[in-house]
């Protein structure tokens, strides 16, 4: 199945760094999630964008919605060690099918 | 309000074999999703059901199927089960989707192991 390019696919940073994170698609989404996932659970919900240029925030994230509608970012401000996990975005396209990243691992080093 | 729940957390099983996995969605979403995620991957999607009906497809082989109940909660169903069906098995649930999913909310999912 599709998945979308995400990059970096992996990320050491140090404590209070900032963080950027962005996805791109072949084809256009109506939406763009972010997701974040601890080893062992599920992918829990960071931030959901649903127009095209729409740019939101969710405490020391921030996420923003292309206007080409193929692509998306997050960025972490002021990184902290409990930002440690994989990074995730998701689109739904055409069909109800919904698409994820690859995947950006992110290591804090305090 | 309860999260989305799945059972078993865990099973092994072998090669042949049949599975069920079940899943029930937050209180008041109608919409589920069924995805695999391999280890090192992002989850792909297998199915949507909305209103007991099936909306969305992904590509998985017949071995694959799945139904939803009249409670909206759900059982995925994987037949002939090969070593390459070890995965994370994710449901996701959302209020809407007859047209569109919206935003999905996923359970800790449920890790199976074919050996």
């Known amino acids: 199945g599709q998945q979308l390019n995400q990059s970096p696919q992996s990320m050491f940073i140090q404590e209070g760094e900032d963080v950027s994170m962005n996805c791109t698609s072949s084809?256009?989404?109506?939406?763009w999630l972010w997701y974040k996932q601890e080893p062992g659970e599920g992918p829990v919900l960071l931030i959901a964008?649903?127009?095209?240029?729409e740019l939101t925030s969710n405490g020391r994230l921030t996420a923003q919605f292309g206007i080409t509608r193929k692509d998306s970012f997050l960025n972490i401000s002021a990184s902290i060690p409990s930002d440690v996990g994989i990074y995730f975005c998701?689109?739904?396209?055409?069909?109800?099918?919904?698409?994820f990243g690859t995947g950006t691992s992110l290591t804090v080093i305090p | 309000d309860a999260g989305v729940t799945q059972s078993p957390t865990h099973l092994i099983k072998t090669r042949g074999q049949h599975v069920t996995l079940r899943c029930s969605p937050i209180?008041?979403?109608?919409?589920v999703s069924w995805y695999q995620q391999v280890l090192g991957q992002g989850p792909q999607f297998i199915f949507q059901?909305?209103?007991?009906?099936?909306?969305g497809r992904g590509n998985f082989p017949d071995r694959f199927s799945a139904r939803q109940f009249p409670n909206y909660s759900s059982e995925l169903n994987v037949n002939a089960l090969l070593l390459g069906d070890s995965a994370l098995y994710l449901c996701?649930?959302?209020?809407?989707?007859?047209?569109?999913?919206?935003?999905?909310?996923f359970g800790p999912g449920t890790r199976l192991l074919v050996l």
């Open positions: 084809s256009i989404f109506n939406t």
């Open positions: 998701a689109g739904q396209g055409i069909g109800n099918q919904f698409y």
């Open positions: 059901y909305y209103e007991k009906e099936e909306r």
């Open positions: 996701a649930s959302s209020l809407v989707g007859q047209v569109w999913i919206g935003t999905q909310y």
């Open positions: 964008l649903y127009k095209a240029g």
């Open positions: 209180s008041g979403h109608k919409s």
